[in-house]
């Protein structure tokens, strides 16, 4: 099928593969992640040695890529909890017209900043700043994929998840990384349609549709 633009109202995904497995292999080299797709397929970008940073392996990104189509031309895309920038930096290389990167620690922002100009992604912003208090203060309805990826141990995914819901616009999409799973009846009670859910090792990752 192919991708869904912005304006369209009903942005279905692609049938589900099967979910992945992942690997320390999966994310490259140590200290470095290897964009999988779009204009800068094989480019591989920096990870620092910080605790808690814990880039997406690439067959975890490959899968949500083909859910949601692997041409996101016109699409406005918040990664709310950058880290490594691999979701975003992926999302950009595929043709969004706008990525906005969040990250509170000020060695990870600035190596976001670094990447991008290295790239040349002038669709890409970098914010230094708390992803839940920059996303209250955000336009509503100016996203059609927000990416989160919290900490782990900070129980932080229902509080991000709420604050990303006003966030997007009509048939947005939400992917959520998690330590455990969220089941049809917790987003339904936020007001999502769980569209995808896999899995690869202890993380639990989510394909969320805003319901019309």
């Known amino acids: 099928m192919p991708p869904v633009s912005r304006n369209?109202?009903?942005?279905?995904?692609?049938?589900?593969?099967?979910?992945?497995?992942?690997s320390r292999a999966?994310?490259?080299?140590?200290g470095e992640i290897?964009?999988?797709?779009?204009?800068?397929?094989?480019?591989?970008?920096?990870?620092?040695a910080e605790p808690g940073l814990r880039p997406t392996p690439d067959r975890v990104r490959e899968t949500l890529f083909n859910w949601l189509g692997q041409d996101l031309s016109g699409w406005r895309v918040l990664d709310a909890?950058?880290?490594?920038?691999?979701?975003?930096?992926?999302?950009?290389?595929?043709?969004?017209?706008?990525?906005?990167?969040?990250?509170?620690?000020?060695?990870?922002?600035?190596?976001?900043?670094?990447?991008a100009?290295?790239?040349?992604?002038?669709?890409?912003?970098?914010?230094?700043?708390?992803?839940?208090?920059?996303?209250?203060?955000?336009?509503?309805?100016?996203f059609d994929l927000v990416l989160l990826d919290p900490p782990f141990g900070a129980d932080l995914f229902d509080r991000a998840l709420q604050a990303a819901l006003r966030?997007?616009?009509?048939?947005?999409?939400?992917?959520?990384?998690?330590?455990?799973p969220f089941d049809e009846s917790a987003c339904a009670a936020l007001g999502l349609t769980l569209h995808r859910h896999g899995r690869a090792g202890m993380v639990h990752y989510h394909l969320l549709k805003l319901h019309p």
């Open 8 to 22: 369209h109202p009903d942005r279905r995904a692609p049938a589900s593969p099967h979910a992945p497995r992942a």
């Open 26 to 30: 999966d994310s490259g080299a140590p």
């Open 34 to 48: 290897r964009l999988i797709g779009g204009r800068w397929k094989r480019t591989r970008l920096p990870v620092l």
């Open 81 to 115: 909890f950058a880290g490594t920038g691999a979701l975003g930096f992926e999302a950009a290389s595929r043709g969004a017209v706008e990525v906005v990167l969040l990250e509170q620690a000020p060695r990870a922002a600035a190596q976001l900043q670094q990447a």
């Open 117 to 142: 100009v290295r790239l040349g992604a002038t669709m890409v912003e970098v914010r230094r700043t708390d992803a839940l208090a920059w996303m209250a203060g955000a336009s509503a309805g100016h």
């Open 167 to 180: 966030l997007l616009g009509e048939g947005g999409w939400i992917y959520l990384e998690a330590d455990r």
